[in-house]
Nanobody
Framework: QVQLVESGGGLVQAGGSLRLSCAAS????????MGWYRQVPGMQRELVAT???????KYADSVKGRFTISRDNPKNTVYLEMNSLKSEDTAVYYC???????????????WGQGTQVTVSA
C-alpha cells in the first residue's frame, strides 16, 4: 500500500506565503515524479508544479516566479513554497507521485487526499 500525506494548507492573506509538504510512504521501490496539482469546484484539476527524482522541475505559467517546488529524495517528500499568493490560487491542492512498487517494473500514479489553500483578498 502507498500513501501520500499532505500538510501545510490553510488561510492566508493575498501577498502572503504558505509551504505545503507531502510525504510518500508504504511499499515503495522508486518515487520518480512528484508534484502538486490543484482544483477548484467545477473545474478540472490542473498542474501546479512537478519535480523528477533528478530534480528537473516544471511549473504552470500562472505560478512561475512565485512558487518553488523541491524534494528530499531520502525522505520521499516533496515541498511547495508558495509566495506572493493571489486570490486565484485558492483551491484544493493535491500531492501527486509516480511510483514503482517493489517487484514491479510498472509505475503507477498516486494522489494525496488534498489540502485546502484559501487566499483572502
Amino acid at each position: 500500500q502507498v500513501q501520500l500525506v499532505e500538510s501545510g494548507g490553510g488561510l492566508v492573506q493575498a501577498g502572503g506565503s504558505l509551504r505545503l509538504s507531502c510525504a510518500a510512504s508504504g511499499s515503495l521501490a522508486t518515487v520518480n515524479i512528484m508534484g502538486w496539482y490543484r482544483q477548484v469546484p467545477g473545474m478540472q484539476r490542473e498542474l501546479v508544479a512537478t519535480i523528477t527524482s533528478f530534480y528537473s522541475t516544471k511549473y504552470a505559467d500562472s505560478v512561475k516566479g512565485r512558487f518553488t517546488i523541491s524534494r528530499d529524495n531520502p525522505k520521499n517528500t516533496v515541498y511547495l513554497e508558495m509566495n506572493s499568493l493571489k486570490s486565484e490560487d485558492t483551491a484544493v491542492y493535491y500531492c501527486y507521485g509516480r511510483i514503482r512498487r517493489p517487484w514491479s517494473v510498472q509505475e503507477y500514479d498516486y494522489w494525496g487526499q488534498g489540502t485546502q489553500v484559501t487566499v483572502s483578498a
